[in-house]
């Protein structure tokens, strides 16, 4: 039992090691780098699997019983979060063969990419603070290197900025740890969540829990912390680009789901104000800064952050329909951000720029592309019956349920501003002509290369109509996760007595 | 003891803060150390600063028999630094190579990734 939770690190870290060793030979590398994330696949489906059955899961790391020992917990949220990083991971590897050129396969990139994996699964598998401290630190540290590697000018320039706020949010995480422990004596999760209840100091809980925000949303690039994310998410090769947008930004939101739900639910009706202006400032001001620009992966950077701006909505509402609308909306928007990106990538190895104003005639070139950019761009703006659509439902629902008119109304105007930059890329780079009279098409690349870079884009966009068309077991899922996060007694129960290995 | 560490960790926030709002990247980097100091500092003082024995259990006995310090807070800080010396050590590597590769260590002038007149549309 104990060994299964510790794989979803364990595999990327050992991969990276054996990838580290074969760094010289790229295609080797690649065989190393999909297996792991392929055994990652396997074991975070057979996590999903037992925690649907038996409820959240804890190993106790060394036989230190819980709360003095580092405590392993997937839960329901942690569970789909492993699953759905996995396949992200598994498609950006495959991606990965033909837009990582070799002088960087050689400077470690598989190496990189798997330890920022292993930071991305142990963040969601840990169940003590300080310990989830140190995978954010692994993550970074691995995005650093990532963003950098192969040291061009322009990615030096976008890797400072990355590299400075993102070092200020690490010391504010840790003084914040570090003033959490000594108010309450514990860093466990669970063991937090009854201590923080028993402590009368209000206004430390209150600074403490501002801090959080702060230290998390630098992460979760809410607003206005957010201006690292359009500095840097189009500097590195996309493949790079790809896995950030899906998951670094998205670890954030994890951590703030989790100390808003289990550790400060007390404190709710004071930080759920300050989430909640943040969110509808996040969805507003990144959809708008995406409507000015003119570069295909600029404009969908500033749409991770708008999007951010709807999981935290779903987090500052508060109710079991909000919550369960954050996770779905989390499962969708990882899976159509990361297709658009490698999308964006196919569009310009074939249009040959990022520059809409320099590209074109896609969709004459390689109509099966356009189908897929179709897809997952038209699901992000939540157009039935895609994925999207069912996501902002359940935001737009739990909202009028609260009767928060103006909360519904910046949804939508957010979702029509996401319509008019994404028929803004399909006008721009899919219809219109290619300025230069030529756009090369699919087959003038090599079926090996073809396979590398449409099978992983075909998955994603099949995943993104399965959640499309058949929404209800995955909202079903989102309700119960949202059930475990309102009232986490199993939780507790299974890291503070389970003792199970 | 509280009291007086506390002051100081204010000073080295306030130093830290002040060095941060330079243009010049070094200088920022100088004042994400002080406040990395700063924040382990915090720790320390978070875990109560006491005049106990060391946190030691004599041969045979399953707790310590007298009043002990607490060992998490320093084995906290201890990773903590370890670390923040990683991350700090690659931000001063990376700052150098900026500087070879740019010319430049001042923020406002560093304008590749986000140029200050981006290509438009030809209508706009």
Partial sequence: MSWLLALPFFIPITTALIAFLARGRKHLCSVISITGCFAALCVSIAIVTLVVSGGPQAAQMGDWQAPYGITLIADR???????????????VALFAISDINENRVKLGFHCFFQLLLAGVSGSFVTGDL????????VMLIASFAL???????????????????????????????????GLTGTLNMAQLHISLAEVDNPVAISTLAVIFICAFGIKAAIFPLFFWLPASYHVPPVAVTAVFAGLLTKVGVYALIRTFTLIFPNDLGFTQNILLGAALLTMLTGVLGAAAQYEFRKILSFHIISQIGFLILG???NSPLALAG??????HNIVAKTNLFLISGTAQRLAGSYELNEIGGLYKASPLLSTFFFIAAFSLAGFPPLSGFWAKLL???ASLDQTAYFVTAVALITGALTLFSMSKIWAE??????????CKSLYSLSVAERLQRLLPVSLLASITLILGFMPEPFIEYALGTAGELLHPDDYLEAVLTGSSH | MEGPLAVVVGILIATGVYLMLARDLLHYLFGLVLISNAANLAIFIAGRLTRASPP????GQEAPQIVVANPLPQALILTAIVIGFGLLAFALALIAQVYRELGTLDVDRMRIAEPVRPKRKKSL
């Avoid at chain 1, 949220?77 to 498609?91: K, P």
């Avoid at chain 1, 030096?156 to 003033?179: E, H, P, Q, R």
């Avoid at chain 1, 954050?326 to 499962?331: A, D, E, G, R, S």
């Avoid at chain 1, 780079?429 to 030529?438: E, I, R």
């Fill in chain 1, 326 to 331: 954050t996770v779905f909306y989390m499962i």
């Fill in chain 1, 429 to 438: 780079a899919f219809w219109k002509p290619h300025p230069q009279g030529h």
């Fill in chain 1, 147 to 181: 963003l950098v590697l192969g040291g061009e000018k322009i990615q030096l320039d976008g890797g400072i900025k990355y590299v400075a706020l993102n070092l200020v949010s690490t010391l504010l995480m840790l003084t914040s740890i570090g003033l959490l422990y």
């Fill in chain 1, 315 to 317: 987090l500052a509402l």
């Fill in chain 1, 395 to 397: 935001l737009v629902k």
């Fill in chain 2, 56 to 59: 030691l259990i004599p041969e």
């Fill in chain 1, 130 to 137: 300080f310990n989830l401290y140190v995978w954010f630190e």
């Fill in chain 1, 77 to 91: 949220l942690s569970a789909v979060m492993l699953l759905i990083s996995a396949i992200v991971g598994l498609c």
